[in-house]
């Protein structure tokens, strides 16, 4: 029954107040919550991008970097080895989950590896922006490498640089916050605590996972029609 | 329920020892700052809460005592234009930090935070929330935010208004990004606390206790907790754009850079305006619970009651364009938020007509709990009112940022939130600490804070409508009447909080033991000891009508309440064990 306490033994009891609570079911509706607040975040960031980038529509001269079609291959393979971690512990097939659990967290950070080199070529294209600037206007100072690249920005009318790095940057925060709790359930796994009647750790996992790949096509469909 | 504890040698008589409660159950320090326990936890949300607000409340004062004299009493020049200017920056530094302490460190969090965490297992007579550990750290992200905030006002203090409305916020030299971090790990804490809340409600309520018998406190926690999980990423998103508009000059704000200030305003009240209703909610569920109690007479419409708190929810999601009305919004999204502002007041008054329904015919008891309760009453429904009349179009053009607005929402925050808040308190006050405080005392301070209140900000009301601008340090002096009544009622409020700081400090030492139900409550935390025990309760409590308030009588030995038969449980539910 859902609202049922399993009784605490006495030494079991933690030190500071724990009450050994264990509630069937909390877990996967405290992290759907979690997840539906994490995609209000991204819709509203969409939606106030769109907003902006109708009221201020900018010419087109930069292309997105081709590196993304890779990260996003990656970060969809990912969401298919965890969906198989899942259905393999369902099935109380320990190696092949254990498999596919690396193989995600692998993946993940793959992924995190990709974004940072789509975060350099898109610099490097920002910087033949400034120096074709440069040529046109010997007194133009350069304003990259300091912090603020709105000088760039408003010369070259690209704010769009700032939305491929906030999206990029924001979405790249939560794989990289996914991967701390995945690479626990690595060693969970490993370790064999996981069973066919108890796997909440994969379970979690996979609702995150697939948040962030419904996140990243969000993104790229945005960055797509935009730029 | 004492506990027995004695050894076992034969004839040795057995001792009755001190039952252990939650407050006695760990003394270390550690186990009060690393503890998982939800009393504990809410009652550090209640000594960091009450701490703001002290921080606010002198703030607030600061801000009357100014305002007694048309050049201002504390900050005023030498005589030079320059000087004076000079000198007012002080005065926006200290309504900016006074706004935002008041709304982001004690509205938006005490509620929820200090009587929600201790309340609402009790309420359920569960053990203990969901996720005990998030909780704890919810409450740290808290305090850590609110250092932040401590922080930025030693190194710079905000001088932005507590809206932090661009481009002045990018613009001006004080640390926002600092003060803006601090209320995005305080907004953190508030979605962890959400999501507890929620789950806790959905599957920790007791066999038997479904949707539609839980106290109606539930019910508005759990429409608060709504908003906090949808609604607070946005302002987090805001803010992170702030900070790298500051920092970094991408240009999405900022018009110098072909941004948009007005898409800001969006973001921010997107937020801020169901905020409104994470501060209101909470307070209209505490009122909900004590009506009832204190008019010994089953809650009227508990359904609309109920529904109306996910109504108001709901619509409240809707409303945040009415900020916006004289700031470039077009006429036809002016007609439908302000339509939209029209239709969230009704629940609100389906609400008050339900308590008013409650209370007629019933045998009322002027204890303070109710007179709190009622003062929300008075307060909220001037509060309210005046909203709707914000949001009539061609009134709120006149009476935009005028005093008015100061006027209405803080009786709305001050008399609807606050007060709700304080009736909370003595209600659960002999719960959470197991002592009684002075009644008579604590009844004629809820009369002069009553007064206070309105002396405070009806003036503020009618020089608004005389078209007093809101945010001024100095004003001319046809306004100044008004202006010494109100600072006056700021006076005589801080008396009855220094009154009732006195009387709740001393009920601690020198309070009556209270009974286990002093007020004669029908929810399932007056049937635990006071304080209850570490684990709440000792047997899990059956589960009946928490307003059924027959075959209860006054106990003349414990000065409590007590039931002369159980309660019959509910015919369709299944029997608690």
């Known amino acids: 029954m859902a609202g049922e306490l399993q009784s605490e033994t006495p030494d079991a009891a933690k030190r500071y107040g724990g009450k050994q609570l264990h509630v069937p079911g909390a877990g996967t509706l405290g992290v759907s919550l979690l997840v539906g607040s994490l995609s209000v975040l991204f819709i509203s960031s969409l939606i106030g991008y769109i907003c902006y980038w109708f009221s201020f529509p900018r010419p087109v001269t930069v292309h997105l970097p081709w590196g993304l079609w890779l990260s996003t291959a990656v970060l969809f393979i990912s969401s298919i080895t965890i969906h198989w971690a899942w259905l393999a512990i369902r099935h109380d097939i320990q190696r092949s989950c254990r498999i596919a659990l690396l193989a995600t967290l692998v993946m993940g950070i793959a992924f995190l590896c990709l974004q940072i080199w789509n975060w350099l070529e898109i610099y490097g294209a920002l910087q033949s922006a400034d120096h074709a600037l440069k040529a046109l206007h010997p007194q133009y100072v350069s304003p990259i490498g300091g912090m603020r690249m709105a000088h760039a920005l408003i010369y070259e009318k690209q704010a769009l640089f700032a939305a491929f790095y906030f999206f990029t940057v924001m979405h790249a925060v939560h794989v990289f916050g996914g991967l701390i709790p995945l690479g626990v359930v690595n060693v969970k796994a490993r370790r064999g605590v996981y069973s066919r009647n108890y796997h909440p750790g994969v379970r979690y996992c996979l609702i995150y996972w697939h948040f962030l790949d419904a996140a990243w096509i969000l993104i790229l469909i945005t960055l797509l029609i935009t730029f | 329920?004492?506990?027995?504890?004695?050894?076992?040698?034969?004839?040795?008589?057995?001792?009755?020892?001190?039952?252990?409660?939650?407050?006695?159950?760990?003394?270390?320090?550690?186990?009060?700052?690393?503890?998982?326990?939800?009393?504990?936890?809410?009652?550090?949300?209640?000594?960091?809460?009450?701490?703001?607000?002290?921080?606010?409340?002198?703030?607030?004062?600061?801000?009357?005592?100014?305002?007694?004299?048309?050049?201002?009493?504390?900050?005023?020049?030498?005589?030079?234009?320059?000087?004076?200017?000079?000198?007012?920056?002080?005065?926006?530094?200290?309504?900016?930090?006074?706004?935002?302490?008041?709304?982001?460190?004690?509205?938006?969090?005490?509620?929820?935070?200090?009587?929600?965490?201790?309340?609402?297992?009790?309420?359920?007579?569960?053990?203990?929330?969901?996720?005990?550990?998030?909780?704890?750290?919810?409450?740290?992200?808290?305090?850590?935010?609110?250092?932040?905030?401590?922080?930025?006002?030693?190194?710079?203090?905000?001088?932005?208004?507590?809206?932090?409305?661009?481009?002045?916020?990018?613009?001006?030299?004080?640390?926002?990004?600092?003060?803006?971090?601090?209320?995005?790990?305080?907004?953190?804490?508030?979605?962890?606390?959400?999501?507890?809340?929620?789950?806790?409600?959905?599957?920790?309520?007791?066999?038997?206790?479904?949707?539609?018998?839980?106290?109606?406190?539930?019910?508005?926690?759990?429409?608060?907790?709504?908003?906090?999980?949808?609604?607070?990423?946005?302002?987090?998103?805001?803010?992170?754009?702030?900070?790298?508009?500051?920092?970094?000059?991408?240009?999405?704000?900022?018009?110098?850079?072909?941004?948009?200030?007005?898409?800001?305003?969006?973001?921010?009240?997107?937020?801020?305006?169901?905020?409104?209703?994470?501060?209101?909610?909470?307070?209209?569920?505490?009122?909900?619970?004590?009506?009832?109690?204190?008019?010994?007479?089953?809650?009227?419409?508990?359904?609309?009651?109920?529904?109306?708190?996910?109504?108001?929810?709901?619509?409240?999601?809707?409303?945040w364009g009415h900020h916006i009305f004289v700031n470039g919004q077009s006429a036809e999204l002016d007609a439908v938020f302000s339509f939209l502002t029209f239709v969230v007041a009704v629940p609100s008054a389906i609400k008050v007509w339900n308590w008013l329904a409650t209370m007629y015919k019933g045998a009322i008891v002027l204890k303070t709990p109710m007179l709190y309760a009622l003062s929300f009453i008075v307060l909220f429904t001037i509060g309210g009112l005046t909203g709707v009349v914000l949001g009539a179009l061609s009134e709120d053009v006149v009476l935009h940022d005028t005093y008015f607005v100061v006027g209405h929402f803080h009786y709305v925050m001050m008399g609807g939130t606050l007060i709700g808040f304080i009736a909370g308190l003595h209600y659960w006050w002999p719960k959470m600490f197991g002592r009684m405080y002075n009644e008579r005392i604590a009844q004629w301070t809820c009369v002069v804070l009553f007064i206070g209140i309105n002396l405070t900000f009806f003036p503020q009301l009618m020089v608004g409508a005389d078209g007093m601008p809101r945010r001024y340090a100095s004003y001319l002096p046809m306004y100044q009447p008004y202006m010494i009544v109100s600072t006056v009622g700021a006076y005589i409020q801080l008396v009855a909080f220094l009154s009732m700081a006195g009387y709740l400090l001393h009920s601690l030492f020198r309070g009556k033991k209270a009974p286990v139900n002093p007020w004669g409550g029908g929810s399932l935390e007056w049937e635990t000891s006071s304080p209850p025990p570490h684990d709440n309760f000792e047997t899990t409590p059956s589960v009946g009508d928490p307003y059924d308030y027959t075959d209860m009588v006054f106990d003349p030995v414990t000065n409590g309440y007590v039931r002369t038969e159980p309660q019959q449980v509910p015919v369709a539910a299944p029997q608690a064990h």
């Open chain 2, 1 to 319: 329920m004492t506990t027995l504890t004695g050894n076992n040698f034969g004839d040795t008589p057995v001792v009755p020892a001190k039952p252990d409660n939650y407050l006695t159950h760990g003394k270390t320090i550690g186990s009060w700052l690393l503890t998982l326990d939800h009393k504990r936890i809410g009652i550090m949300y209640l000594v960091v809460g009450l701490l703001a607000f002290f921080i606010g409340g002198m703030l607030a004062e600061v801000i009357r005592t100014q305002l007694l004299v048309p050049q201002g009493l504390i900050f005023h020049g030498t005589g030079s234009v320059a000087s004076s200017y000079a000198a007012y920056r002080y005065y926006n530094q200290v309504f900016t930090l006074h706004g935002i302490i008041m709304v982001f460190l004690v509205l938006i969090p005490i509620i929820p935070g200090a009587l929600g965490n201790f309340a609402l297992p009790l309420l359920l007579g569960a053990k203990d929330v969901a996720f005990p550990k998030l909780n704890l750290i919810s409450f740290y992200l808290y305090v850590v935010g609110a250092l932040l905030a401590i922080l930025s006002t030693v190194l710079g203090a905000v001088d932005t208004g507590w809206t932090f409305y661009t481009p002045f916020s990018i613009q001006t030299e004080s640390y926002v990004v600092v003060m803006v971090l601090g209320i995005f790990l305080v907004g953190f804490s508030s979605i962890f606390t959400g999501i507890n809340f929620m789950v806790t409600i959905h599957k920790l309520r007791p066999p038997g206790m479904t949707w539609f018998r839980m106290p109606l406190f539930l019910w508005a926690i759990y429409s608060t907790s709504l908003i906090q999980v949808a609604a607070t990423p946005v302002v987090g998103i805001t803010f992170v754009l702030l900070m790298m508009e500051r920092v970094m000059g991408i240009g999405i704000f900022n018009p110098a850079l072909g941004g948009n200030p007005v898409l800001f305003q969006e973001f921010f009240w997107f937020y801020s305006h169901p905020a409104v209703y994470i501060m209101i909610l909470p307070a209209m569920g505490i009122v909900s619970e004590i009506i009832p109690v204190f008019s010994r007479k089953h809650i009227f419409g508990y359904e609309f009651i109920a529904l109306s708190s996910l109504a108001i929810a709901l619509i409240g999601f809707l409303v």
